[in-house]
């Protein structure tokens, strides 16, 4: 009993890690139609750039965990609005679905390639923050880490639907969102909330990336399969729902690490798969997302 | 001109394949042998590769997992069973077709990213099986394959090197027979338009499935082949870098072209071998950089460019050429290039190297497939319907109901289509007119009520059920397949006469051959019809707008129809476009072809109906011969506003707001 009690806590903290990813996801998706198939990658980086200032790796640690943060993100921003300068501002002014798809995969192989030549193709360890005691909670072990990452991811989320709920800026997102051209034609500057929305969601994935790190290893091929699963969640989900993230991610993360132990460590990464197959065959929009009516 | 064209491909093929089957003869270095099995095996799968990312416009990452299990295949079917080689690659073949089968499934209902997203789910999968699953596939460890034995000997890699070639020639007949047969032509029209195609009886699941199936059929023979050319086979080769190869390889040679795909498989293959040696790489983006520089100059010069457009890729190319000098060891740097080369393909050379030659040699002459000169045969075109049925009921929907959330788009409308007869449908924009065509045509399920046409419930059919059982439309926003010829086009909704399969069409059997030729004919004699038989050969894209609506009818024509829907078809036409588009209309219908006319010129609509139907807000609310329409106070209220009781003006030609 303690055992599932447990796999179910680890469940919870990395299924809130998909949730961010996949929130990530779904902010590039609603302004522009488009998505970052390296948002893994941006997830990879985040966390590398992250042990470069607060680890030793490059003679720091320079800062603290915490302050550190902040400036990841930062990173995390200008990384996105390159990804979306570079590989879709073009692929949305010629239209053409194929070149955003690609260009994304492109620049997620590019940024892959480049982390292995600067940190190395092994994976490294991420300092952590906090002491790894775990604390007891009905029976089962919990590292104080793992608390972090759910409150975290969930602040990190709740920030950004406050901040579209609330600003004026927000409103310009979520108006771009329901009708581009139509904010367009009320003097919202699409293009620069789409930039904004690369950059917002790329510094979400980035956090996500120094939140995980010190529970698992980091490294340049840590981004893909994350990014994946993160899209399954997104999937699962719904692409245009933010309960529907948080609730992808915890069924993923639960899932994930219940077959890792009940069945075997090789297959962990098979469910996430499998629900993502399942779910766009049995139900494209995903649990909580709303069925488009394509007009004709 | 085609005929030239055919024989100058005709003598260039000869030479190709001559200088293909002397090659061993030239060069007899094992390791450059080699190199050509592995060319000619990766463009197999590109062959294949091309029917998905070319013809049906889906970005599949999920072919390096296909020619994993083509690979894997053939090695456990030596492994475990020491099968012979003339078993094992037709079972890689069948084997992988039907995991294409299974990757189709959820693919089915999606498309764009999500479908992208699917397949690389199903590369990882697959990869993850070959490593988990030891008692077949020996795991990591991977499975050594030996060379093929025919009686008793070994082939030697010049021998095999003669198999390879030979079924890849097989493949590059098989793949252009299939891609320029109604197959090919249904693919296509599922990328350009997908409705469309349902609506012309092509049912974009089945071809889908189909694409993909094929598609993964010759992953499966590269596999195999790959498995007896490597002699050993390991889960971490068919990993997602291979997948992003094969679609740079793709689009870098070029889409719908055999030879793109050769152009595209000699690239990747040989590009791991000059990236190893820095010396070499420094030269090619050396003079990658000069050529980039005097192109941009001379572009420049001649004005067609601005600065703006070629900045990019001039920096990038120059920067290339900088950065391979500050490089130590190229080969740490190979992804990073590859998602260079990606980039550029993708923003700069969309069509790729043949398709960029392509346009610098004969400037806009897009190859259409093969035109049938001249109709010889006579061939009834336009099917005549008339009958003594005329004046009974064909289409009768009673009490539709359509409903979007809370908005009734169709509130219990009844409407009953005489056979024989022009029906107009009119209404205010958002009156629910639309909407009707589409449940009529089975794009929208309707919430109740139901659709009876020619004594069948239709309402819950699939579009392309309806379709075939004659009710073809045209659309308000015009739906053709862009990049087809206009023959082409016509073709797709000639697409239920045939019956060939697949089989028929590898082989070229009689059948397909006389089913292609009298579709051919009809196809042209349905051109004239609708007057544009001298743009046959014209892609549908660069007609003149009003010629597009045209072409519209004619595809639906090629159902051969016995109900036409026709949803604004004057929308966007200049005055003698209107005239010759009411002349078309009023041939059609001495065919005995029922038609229902959406249209907001009320000239059109009130001379060539018989009865109009007028909506607002989803209800009906007049029906009757156009006069009585004009004058129905409760339609000029609707038009023009105002209340019943004014004075009713007639509505002579009024456009709807």
């Known amino acids: 009993m303690e055992i599932l009690l447990q796999l179910i806590i680890s469940g919870i903290s990395l299924g809130m890690i998909y949730a961010v990813i996949a929130f990530g996801y779904q902010l590039t998706f609603a302004t522009s139609g488009t998505l970052n198939f390296g948002q893994g990658e941006a997830l990879m980086l985040g966390a590398l750039v992250g042990l470069s200032l607060a680890g030793s790796v490059h003679g720091g640690p320079y800062l603290n965990y915490w302050l550190m943060i902040p400036l990841v993100m930062i990173f995390g921003g200008l990384q996105g609005m390159l990804v979306e300068w570079i590989g879709v501002r073009p692929a949305i002014k010629i239209k053409s679905e194929f070149g955003w798809i690609m260009s994304t995969i492109a620049l997620a192989i590019i940024f892959k390639n480049v982390a292995e030549n600067i940190w190395g193709k092994d994976d490294l360890t991420f300092p952590s923050p906090l002491s790894s005691t775990p604390i007891q909670i009905w029976g089962a072990n919990v590292q104080p880490m793992q608390i972090v990452v759910v409150l975290g991811a969930l602040a990190m989320m709740a920030a950004v639907e406050i901040f579209n709920r609330k600003s004026i800026y927000g409103k310009a997102v979520v108006a771009t969102s329901n009708d581009r051209d139509a904010a367009g034609l009320m003097g919202i500057n699409t293009s620069a909330v789409i930039t904004f929305s690369y950059a917002l969601s790329s510094a979400t994935a980035a956090f996500a990336g120094v939140l995980i790190a010190p529970l698992t290893l980091t490294g340049a091929t840590m981004g893909a399969s994350l990014g994946l699963k993160a899209f399954a969640v997104a999937i699962i989900g719904g692409l245009t729902s933010g309960v529907g993230a948080i609730v992808g991610g915890l069924i993923l993360g639960i899932a994930e690490e219940l077959t890792g132990y009940y069945i075997s460590s090789g297959y962990k990464e098979v469910p996430g798969l499998v629900l993502l197959l399942l779910v766009l065959a049995i139900k494209p929009a995903g649990l909580f997302g709303k069925i488009a009516i394509k007009k004709v | ?657």
């Not at chain 2, 990766?42 to 296909?66: E, K, M, N, P, W």
């Not at chain 2, 069948?94 to 590369?123: D, E, H, N, Q």
């Not at chain 2, 209220?637 to 009024?654: F, Q």
Request: aromatic share 8%; net charge neutral.
């Open chain 2, 1 to 657: 001109m085609n005929a030239g064209m055919s024989m100058k491909m005709r003598a260039f093929s000869v030479l190709a394949l001559l200088a293909l089957f002397l090659m061993p003869a030239v060069i007899s270095n094992p390791y450059y042998v080699h190199l050509v099995i592995t060319i000619l095996i990766y463009a197999v799968l590109l062959f294949g590769l091309d029917i998905v990312v070319g013809y049906t416009g889906q970005v599949s990452l999920g072919h390096a997992g296909l020619f994993g299990i083509g690979s894997y295949t053939a090695a456990v079917l030596v492994f475990q069973l020491n099968w012979p080689f003339l078993l094992a690659i037709p079972c890689s073949i069948a084997v992988t077709a039907l995991f294409g089968a299974i990757l189709a499934l959820p693919a089915l209902r999606v498309t764009g990213p999500y479908l992208a997203m699917v397949t690389l789910a199903f590369g990882t999968i697959i990869q993850i099986l070959i490593n988990e699953m030891s008692f077949l596939t020996n795991g990591p460890e991977g499975i050594k394959v030996a060379k093929p034995v025919f009686f008793g000997h070994m082939l030697t890699e010049i021998q095999y090197f003669y198999v390879v070639a030979v079924l890849t020639v097989l493949s590059l007949i098989v793949v252009d027979r299939i891609v320029k047969s109604h197959l090919g032509r249904a693919f296509q029209a599922l990328r350009d338009s997908p409705v469309a195609s349902d609506c012309m009886g092509v049912s974009v699941y089945r071809y889908k499935v189909y694409a993909f199936v094929i598609s993964a059929a010759f992953a499966g023979l590269a596999g195999g082949l790959y498995s007896y050319s490597e002699e050993y086979v390991s889960p971490n080769t068919y990993n997602f870098e291979l997948t992003i190869l094969f679609l740079l390889a793709v689009i870098m040679g070029g889409r719908k072209t055999r030879s793109g795909a050769l152009v595209g498989a000699m690239i990747v293959v040989m590009l791991p071998s000059l990236l190893s040696d820095i010396d070499l790489f420094r030269e090619i983006a050396t003079t990658a950089a000069v050529t980039g520089v005097l192109a941009s100059a001379f572009l420049l010069w001649k004005k067609r460019k601005t600065v703006r457009e070629i900045v990019v890729p001039l920096v990038a190319t120059v920067g290339m050429a900088a950065f391979s000098y500050k490089l130590e060891n190229i080969t740490d740097w190979r992804l990073t290039i590859f998602g260079l080369m990606t980039l550029f393909v993708v923003y700069y050379l969309q069509d790729g190297i043949i398709g960029f030659l392509r346009g610098l040699f004969d400037g806009a002459a897009s190859v259409v497939a093969s035109d049938v000169s001249v109709p010889t045969e006579k061939v009834e075109t336009v099917h005549d319907h008339s009958s003594a049925a005329d004046g009974t009921i064909i289409l009768s929907a009673q009490q539709l109901l359509m409903q979007f959330g809370g908005l009734k788009a169709l509130n219990q409308v009844n409407l009953d289509i005489v056979k024989g007869t022009v029906h107009g449908l009119i209404g205010p924009n958002g009156s629910g007119k639309s909407t009707m065509m589409n449940v009529l045509t089975g794009i929208y399920k309707p919430t109740d009520g139901r659709v009876e046409f020619a004594g069948k419930i239709i309402s819950g059919s699939t579009p392309s059920a309806i379709a075939l059982g004659g009710v073809a439309r045209t659309f308000q926003n015009v739906q053709l397949f862009g990049e087809m010829s206009a023959t082409e086009n016509v073709l797709v909704g000639l697409h239920h006469t045939f019956r060939s399969n697949v089989l028929d069409v590898m082989l070229r059997t009689r059948r397909y051959r006389d089913e292609e030729l009298r579709a051919r004919i009809r196809a042209a004699g349905i051109l004239e019809f609708v007057g544009l038989g001298a743009m046959a050969s014209e892609e549908a894209r660069n007609l003149p707008y009003g010629k597009q609506r045209l072409l519209e009818i004619g595809r639906a024509m090629g159902l051969n129809p016995t109900l036409l829907l026709l949803d604004e078809p004057a929308a966007g036409l200049t005055a003698p476009d209107i005239t010759e588009l009411i002349a078309i209309i009023r041939k059609i219908r001495q065919h005995g072809i029922t038609i229902i006319l959406i249209e907001h010129h009320m000239d059109v609509v009130m001379s060539i109906s018989d009865t109009v139907t007028v909506l607002d807000f989803g209800q009906k609310i007049a029906e009757g011969k156009p006069a009585a329409i004009q004058a129905d106070p409760r339609v000029i209220e609707a038009y023009l506003g105002g209340s019943v009781g004014e004075k009713p003006v007639p509505i002579t030609s009024a456009k709807g707001a």
